[in-house]
């Protein structure tokens, strides 16, 4: 079998996303020993930028040597024990994924379920506190599979927390290219991803747990039902304990403090202000072109991941096939109840950037006319090209 050559990818789907040369060169660094004292200085700095970029000063602030979903049970095995409920806010299938292991930790679940498209309103959410004995509210703040970001989350932090319950809120879509307050928001946990809006390599993941959540750490009454995840022992690695307990990743720390250091550099504002220009731009092309999008109300719009609707008749997969083959571009396709009807189109981190708007936009629009669809593809271009101008 011949070797595979690895090309360079455009990429424009939901994570992963493309990663700067400075990132990539940090991995390729000599490995220090996960003990080295060097090494702890370099922990100690990457959780100083994750804390300016999760808007926090929560002293449990570290990183797991795992991708986004085990940041997502991490924290409910932390948080959760047997016998505790818990209620999840679902409108997509990321937040799908939390009830489904909070079942297995024993836990009693409740789903607040909105329609696919939408995001959780607070008054079904405060219907659903009071009807019932919450330890903890879960939520996603960016759904990936919709392209919908919640709104309104220090509203509905005050209603768990008058409600005697935690918020634990997922980001890993969302987190450095859309706005997100852990402090200011009163949020108590948090995690992310490092693929998606950081810009790093998949394979390591922050979170932080602010005072309540720090609280209920301290007040369990059965050890973490994981001995891996369990932020007790794990955080004696990051604290001045320097306990072992398990062998860091040394490379993807380079990567990641790599990535954060280029994001503090850039500024929050800026950044944020590059990816919602980015996605104005590539939204208005869509629309100009003639394509649906997905998300009706654009308050609801998540900026690092756009889903529009696929034309009737279109061959979804030809189409993603033909963006790869000859422009080397990769975007997203629908996923559960929206596969084969959306794609997801992101613009997430280094991607977030007017050239991969203008480039997605023509090849896309040259293969659908390809393809006999009557869409306006030039329009769709200058649509954008005006709004990079502003
Ligand atoms: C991608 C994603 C995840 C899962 O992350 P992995 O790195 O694929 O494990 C979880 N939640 C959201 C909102 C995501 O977009």
């Known amino acids: 079998m011949a070797d595979v050559i690895i090309p360079s990818r455009i990429l424009m789907g939901p994570g992963p996303s493309n990663i700067h040369s400075r990132v990539l060169q940090a991995m390729a660094l000599p490995t220090l020993g996960h003990m080295d004292p060097l090494y702890f200085k370099l922990m100690d700095q990457l959780a100083a930028n994750l804390k300016t970029i999760?808007?926090?000063?929560?002293?449990?602030?570290?990183?797991?040597?795992?991708?986004?979903?085990?940041?997502?049970?991490?924290?409910?095995?932390?948080?959760?024990?047997?016998?505790?409920?818990?209620?999840?806010?679902?409108?997509g299938f990321f937040a799908n994924r939390m009830p489904e292991i909070a079942k297995r930790l024993g836990v009693k679940v409740h789903v607040l379920e909105t329609p696919w498209g939408g995001n959780t309103a607070p008054e079904?959410?405060?219907?659903?506190?009071?009807?019932?004995?919450?330890?903890?509210?879960g939520l996603v703040h960016g759904e990936?599979?919709?392209g919908v970001v919640q709104t309104n989350l220090p509203e509905i932090a005050k209603l768990c927390h008058d409600n005697g319950a935690l918020l634990l809120v997922d980001t890993v879509a969302s987190l450095g290219g859309v706005d997100f307050e852990?402090?200011?928001?009163?949020?108590?946990?948090?995690?992310?991803?490092?693929?998606?809006?950081?810009?790093?390599?998949?394979?390591?993941?922050?979170l932080t747990f602010g005072p309540r959540a720090e609280d209920a750490l301290k007040k369990r009454k059965t050890p973490c039902a994981s001995w891996y995840m369990?932020?007790?022992?794990?955080?004696?690695?990051?604290?001045?304990?320097?306990?072992?307990?398990?062998?860091?990743?040394?490379?993807?720390?380079?990567?990641?403090?790599?990535?954060?250091?280029?994001?503090?550099?850039?500024?929050?504002?800026?950044?944020?202000?590059?990816h919602a220009k980015a996605a104005k731009a590539l939204q208005a092309g869509f629309e100009a072109m003639g394509l649906k999008l997905f998300v009706e109300d654009p308050k609801n719009r998540l900026a690092t991941v756009t889903t529009v609707c696929i034309p009737d008749g279109c061959d979804d997969k030809k189409v993603r096939k033909a963006l790869i083959d000859r422009h080397s571009?990769?975007?997203?396709?629908?996923?559960?109840?929206?596969?084969?009807?959306?794609?997801?189109?992101?613009?997430?981190?280094?991607?977030?950037?007017?050239?991969?708007?203008?480039?997605?936009?023509?090849?896309?629009?040259?293969?659908?006319?390809?393809?006999?669809?009557?869409?306006?593809a030039g329009a769709g271009v200058e649509a954008a090209a005006a709004v990079l101008l502003t």
């Open 124 to 137: 079904k959410l405060a219907a659903a506190l009071k009807a019932n004995k919450i330890k903890l509210v």
């Open 230 to 274: 369990d932020l007790g022992l794990i955080r004696k690695y990051w604290d001045e304990t320097r306990a072992y307990h398990h062998t860091g990743p040394i490379h993807l720390t380079y990567a990641l403090l790599e990535a954060v250091k280029l994001m503090n550099e850039e500024g929050h504002e800026a950044r944020l202000a590059r």
């Open 54 to 91: 999760f808007r926090t000063s929560a002293p449990l602030t570290l990183t797991l040597p795992v991708t986004g979903m085990g940041a997502m049970e991490a924290c409910l095995v932390n948080l959760l024990e047997p016998g505790d409920e818990a209620l999840f806010c679902v409108a």
């Open 329 to 376: 571009l990769e975007v997203g396709g629908g996923i559960g109840q929206l596969a084969g009807k959306t794609w997801r189109v992101g613009l997430m981190g280094e991607g977030a950037r007017a050239n991969h708007v203008l480039i997605l936009l023509s090849a896309l629009g040259g293969i659908l006319k390809a393809e006999g669809h009557k869409v306006h």
């Open 182 to 206: 852990t402090e200011k928001w009163d949020i108590d946990a948090v995690y992310t991803g490092s693929q998606k809006c950081l810009s790093a390599p998949p394979g390591i993941s922050p």
């Open 144 to 146: 990936t599979s919709t």
